[in-house]
């Protein structure tokens, strides 16, 4: 429609200067960004003109250039961080075949040839980021909102749909509805004929006794089985979101207990009740103040001198075999698991034994408890918990394929460090799958000949990470690089809303962690800012006192193991590890996602 603004309040104000009123160029820009979400996000160039009188559209088209619209929603909780070429090589076409699959199955063949699901993900600069476009136009040709996968993961608001795109696309939900319906049923299925015997047979085969052929059978068979997996890895988290969007319970009423991380979790707290025991029923246990000063050596060398210490240090060793798969970043086999690097477990196990021993006070700013999943579990219905206990099933295989993925590359990359083919651990993640493939297959390769490829994609990748705060959004197939812009001043008392993903309030210094391998030691009541969190940033987590993620909602990894331990968390807080600066006095509310920044500590009373 045309649209007339009077000349009272498009002409200049006093005192302002230049051919176009201000309060023009505002309209202008309003009138634009509607047009703009009219097309679902496709930047517009619009001409206008102005007649004194009256603002006129001549016209608008979409700038095609920047198209697709990508997005690092989401992608960034599935894969987040700076990704290395064999990593991507692997992630993309099971991701990218297996939504596929499900748009296949809505739309049908022939509908769905229409579309390039291939391009359903990409890196931009070593990051994931996800189609906008192909995601919103898949979504609305299947009759549901373009915003369907945000309103599920993160309870965003949405479009209503087309009604008769939705009418005629009923039997292709109902497909989709059915397959959902007997996800419980096809997994224990696949799990007794495939991942079980799978997993069991890789887990018994000596790496260092196959030999390079070996090896790739090894890795086709664990991508085989990775397929399955990936199917069940994006149906289980979304009918757990649908099913508890639509029932509403209490997040810390669900029993999260067949989740890796809480179930690691749990397990490291009996351990440390087990060497809490074993001190008060030694001779000379340490006392209280001696083991507040104690890190993992000193509780390492005091269970060797113990005479039932060996049963402890077993257990551990049995600890990290059971869950020696997770890390910081389940979804990328570049980074190390718990069994390649303990040092997370362990020093958690030192902080769970502090606290069994002698429990730290609350204090006035300490966190609101929560109601254990165990005490409050009957709220939930049986057909919410199912798809709960479901999602934590299919997690624990996905995350221990992609170890034992991991190990079989770390093995080859060990053989031909040596061979000269490759000059430095690490090297292998920079080739891409297909590559090494040709690499095992072919007999006419020559020490050295991936040196300078692996090179120039080291260089690249380290390169990317100088962005510290990749855009969440790029237009087109090559987009420029991002410039770093300062961050602005927090001013005191200025406020931040995320996602509130576990009850409660506290307030305290901010400490960053933009990796994993940065922590050292969390000070008591502190409030821990990091980008994303995955099952293996739960010893980490477990040790704050608040968490401020930039990434994630109410589902996360770290809402879950915020509410296992009763700590406030707020989530999708955009930008905060540059935000927010160490030691800044902050106040978190885990119910309501706000976040009150102090220049100073405030009083008891405030």
Not at 143 to 159: I, V
Not at 583 to 589: F, I
Request: hydrophobic residues 40%.
């Amino acid at each position: 429609d045309d649209q007339n603004f009077p000349m009272d309040v498009l002409g200049k104000n006093e005192g302002e200067t230049g051919d176009i009123p201000p309060r023009l160029i505002q309209h202008v820009a309003y009138l634009v960004r509607h047009i703009e979400d009219y097309y679902h996000g496709i930047p517009q160039d619009m001409e206008w003109t102005y007649d004194g009188h009256s603002l006129w559209v001549l016209q608008s088209r979409p700038i095609t250039t920047l198209v697709p619209i990508w997005t690092r929603k989401i992608a960034a909780e599935v894969i987040p961080g700076f990704i290395r070429p064999l990593t991507w090589s692997i992630n993309r076409p099971l991701t990218c075949g297996v939504w596929g699959e499900i748009f296949t199955l809505v739309l049908g063949e022939t509908a769905a040839a229409e579309f390039d699901f291939q391009q359903t993900a990409t890196l931009h600069h070593s990051v994931a980021y996800f189609n906008a476009s192909l995601l919103g136009q898949t979504f609305r040709q299947m009759g549901l909102p373009g915003e369907s996968l945000e309103f599920l993961t993160r309870g965003s608001k949405f479009k209503r749909p087309s009604l008769s795109t939705t009418l005629r696309q009923i039997p292709g939900l109902l497909r989709l509805m059915r397959r959902e319906w007997v996800l419980v049923r096809d997994f224990e299925r696949d799990r007794h004929h495939h991942f079980t015997p799978g997993l069991t047979q890789l887990a018994q085969q000596d790496l260092t006794s196959l030999a390079d052929t070996e090896l790739l059978t090894r890795i086709e068979t664990i991508l085989a089985l990775l397929q399955k997996a990936t199917y069940y890895s994006i149906l289980a988290p979304l009918g757990a979101a649908l099913r508890q969007a639509i029932a509403k319970p209490d997040p810390a009423a669900l029993d999260q207990s067949q989740s890796p991380e809480v179930a690691s979790l749990r397990a490291i707290r009996q351990l440390a009740d087990d060497i809490a025991g074993l001190m008060q029923s030694s001779e000379h246990p340490p006392s209280p103040d001696t083991l507040q000063q104690w890190d993992w050596d000193d509780l390492s060398d005091y269970l060797h001198k113990q005479s039932d210490g060996a049963t402890i240090l077993n257990q551990l060793e049995q600890l990290l075999d059971t869950y020696g798969y997770l890390s910081d970043v389940a979804t990328d086999i570049a980074v190390p698991t718990w069994r390649d690097d303990p040092r997370p477990v362990q020093g958690l196990l030192v902080q769970s034994l502090k606290q069994s021993v002698q429990p730290i006070p609350a204090s006035p700013s300490a966190p609101t408890p929560v109601p254990t999943p165990a005490q409050s579990s009957q709220s939930v219905p049986q057909w919410v918990q199912q798809r709960v206990n479901l999602k934590g099933q299919v997690s624990q295989v996905y995350s221990r394929l992609l170890a034992e993925l991991r190990w079989t590359f770390l093995e080859l990359e060990h053989r031909w460090i040596r061979a000269d083919w490759l000059s430095q651990p690490g090297d292998i993640f920079f080739l891409e799958v297909d590559e090494i493939r040709q690499q095992i297959q072919s007999t006419l390769t020559e020490p050295g000949s991936n040196a300078q490829r692996i090179q120039q994609r080291r260089d690249q990748w380290q390169q990317d990470q100088t962005v510290t705060v990749p855009p969440y959004l790029v237009y087109g197939n090559d987009p420029v690089r991002a410039i770093a812009m300062p961050m602005p001043t927090i001013a005191q008392q200025q406020h931040h809303q995320g996602i509130g993903a576990s009850a409660g309030q506290v307030t305290g210094p901010v400490i960053i962690l933009a990796r994993l391998q940065d922590y050292t030691t969390i000070p008591p009541g502190s409030i821990v800012v990091v980008p994303y969190t995955d099952a293996g940033w739960a010893p980490v987590l477990t040790l704050a006192s608040g968490i401020i993620a930039e990434e994630g909602g109410s589902l996360s990894h770290g809402a879950i193991i915020a509410r296992e331990y009763g700590i406030p968390a707020v989530m999708n807080v955009t930008n905060s590890t540059q935000l927010f600066k160490l030691g800044q006095v902050v106040h978190l509310d885990g119910t309501t996602g706000r976040i009150t920044v102090f220049n100073e500590m405030p009083s008891n009373e405030s």
